[in-house]
């Protein structure tokens, strides 16, 4: 019940044991094309560049960002948490221009801060984080694509964290490119990063494009840009070997294909709106139990994502100390926290195959223990009625809908 990792659904474990195939044999390229639709579906999206980058989720942000930047050209990151700073170092690294705004941790950038900073700045990209799980907020996107679409600006986001549990729409809110992972709400094994990209984005990327020698034949032809400094993140070899000429570039992660495809039909047959539903209602049953057991809450509560809540550990309270008593008397694991929240607060998430009533339950019936026996100052007997309430309510809307 940490902010990923997590249990990963029992079909993802199947399809993972299945039998290794040869990266052209019919199945596996047919699989690949089946993914690529798949995750149009999950992205909300027509983009025809629609795959996955073979590693974890920074493998996407960093494919996207060391094929969109050249040296010297400029990007604006508005930073909400540690997955900023993270599109930040990776900038760098690429050697591009970079300005960033800081927001405070547990808040979200406004937009018309954003807008601002473009006509400024007048940068070639806006990459930002969506739901960033350091800080548990969730950066509404719609109006910063509107504006980036109006001023020319390539849009990033990195929505790891919040793909599959919270609304992500990449056409309708005129995001170019958006990586993300499956260890978060998809509900699978870290090492695999799908992402989609615009045509627009392709167009730009495929600039640099460039074929490696032994591939080569006199019908291919390079991009007039620079060649981009990285060969296993290169987005248009990849996007060749995803293609119709199936250009070989690396070997294709069978197994970690399995998962992802796995991850994506779950989620398509539930349906998106049953699962954003089910993340919800798990967030809210979580935050409430939380805050009836009088634990008080972290960041702008309006922002958080559906699937982690920040908890502030109680005075005189060892955070650690809880931690590892939940993780060895229950088997429960929360999540601690990074940088200027490192100690202050605990991290619990509800995501993927973790967003079941009977998850959260018990994981708020556990603390409570664990709290009591540290003699902690919290109501006791109301924090998992209070959820079980919450839990009852949504179940009652669903049947009053349903009829
Ligand atoms: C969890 C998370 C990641 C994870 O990256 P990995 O490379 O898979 O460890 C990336 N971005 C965000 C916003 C996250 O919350």
């Known amino acids: 019940m940490g902010p990923g990792p ?18 052209y044999d019919p199945v596996m390229t047919g699989y690949m094309q089946q993914v690529q639709q798949l995750y ?6 027509s983009n025809e560049a629609t795959l996955l980058i073979d590693g974890t989720a920074r493998a996407g942000i960093e ?20 997955f900023g700073h993270l599109l930040c170092e990776i900038a760098y690294r690429v050697g591009a221009e ?9 808040e979200v950038c406004d937009p018309a801060l954003i807008e601002k900073e473009i006509k400024a700045f007048q940068p070639k990209m806006l990459a930002t984080v969506q739901g960033d799980t350091s800080t548990t907020m969730n950066q509404p996107l719609a109006e910063i694509g509107e504006i980036c679409s109006r001023y020319g600006v390539l849009f990033y986001c990195d929505a790891t964290a919040s793909v599959g549990g919270n609304a992500l729409k ?11 992972g499956l260890q978060k709400c998809l509900g699978g094994p870290s090492g695999s990063a ?14 640099r494009r460039h074929i490696e020698l032994g591939l080569r034949t006199e019908q291919h032809s390079a991009g007039s840009e620079p060649m981009i400094r990285s060969n296993y993140f290169d987005l248009p070899m990849i996007l060749d070997y995803w293609g119709e000429e199936r250009l070989n570039h690396h070997t294709e992660a069978t197994t ?9 039909r779950l989620f398509l047959e539930e349906g998106e709106n049953a699962v954003l539903d089910r993340h919800e209602v798990a967030g809210q049953a979580m935050a409430q139990g939380l805050e009836t057991m009088g634990l008080k809450l972290f960041g702008n509560q309006k922002y958080k994502m559906n699937n982690v809540v920040g908890v502030y550990i109680p005075q005189h309270i060892d955070g650690e100390a809880i931690r590892s008593e939940l993780l060895n ?11 200027p929240l490192h100690g202050k607060i605990w991290r619990i998430g509800t995501m993927g195959y973790n967003a079941r009533q009977e998850a959260v339950l018990s994981t708020l019936a556990a603390l409570e223990a664990v709290l009591v026996k540290h003699k902690a100052a919290i109501n006791t007997g109301v924090g998992v009625q209070a959820a079980m309430t919450c839990y009852a309510a949504h179940f009652q809307a669903q049947s009053v809908l349903a009829k």
């Not at 494919?63 to 540690?82: C, E, F, H, N």
């Not at 970079?98 to 547990?106: N, Q």
């Open 6 to 23: 997590i249990n990963a659904y029992p079909r993802v474990l199947q399809a993972m044991s299945n039998q290794l195939i040869g990266q």
């Open 194 to 207: 799908p992402i989609t990209l615009s045509d627009g984005f392709v167009n730009e990327i495929s600039k």
């Open 98 to 106: 970079i300005r960033t705004i800081e927001v405070e941790w547990g």
């Open 170 to 180: 990449v056409d309708e809110w005129y995001l170019d490119a958006v990586s993300v």
């Open 256 to 264: 970690m294909l399995y998962a992802a495809r796995e991850c994506a």
């Open 329 to 339: 008397l229950f088997g429960i694991e929360i999540g601690t926290s990074f940088g």
């Open 63 to 82: 494919a996207v960002l060391v094929s969109a930047l050249k040296p010297g050209d400029k990007v604006l990151i508005p930073v909400i948490g540690r």
């Open 40 to 45: 149009r579906g999950v992205f909300n999206t």
